[in-house]
Nanobody, 114 residues
Framework: QVQLVESGGGPVQAGGSLRLSCAAS????????MGWYRQIPGKQRELVCS???????NYADSVKGRFTISRDNDKNTTYLQMNSLKPEDTGVYYC????????WGQGTQVTVSS
């Protein structure tokens, strides 16, 4: 089992930055691949980026060079640093852990205004 709690969302102007955090607990945390997904109104939830237990990262083309995912295994926390934010980055961001199955956080709203 894995429990996830996100924080750090909010409103920001285009060009600004936000850092999301995902605090994880549970027996499978350290072996889980952690990821961030986002859901934009009217669209399916999409993968933004992920990081494996050994630190390999993967990014959607739309965020490459702007977003950085990292994890602190001592704190069981995963971060998403978002820079150069655009209005199209607006959505609900969900933390995800995959360890034999998917686990989801409750989501945090990010709103980027132009």
């Amino acid at each position: 089992q894995v429990q996830l709690v996100e924080s750090g969302g909010g409103p920001v102007q285009a060009g600004g930055s936000l850092r999301l955090s995902c605090a994880a607990s549970g027996s499978a945390v350290k072996i889980a691949t952690m990821g961030w997904y986002r859901q934009i109104p009217g669209k399916q939830r999409e993968l933004v980026c992920s990081i494996s237990s050994d630190g390999r990262t993967n990014y959607a083309d739309s965020v490459k060079g702007r977003f950085t995912i990292s994890r602190d295994n001592d704190k069981n926390t995963t971060y998403l640093q978002m820079n150069s934010l655009k209005p199209e980055d607006t959505g609900v961001y969900y933390c995800n852990a995959f360890a034999w199955r998917h686990y989801w956080g409750q989501g945090t709203q990010v709103t980027v205004s132009s």
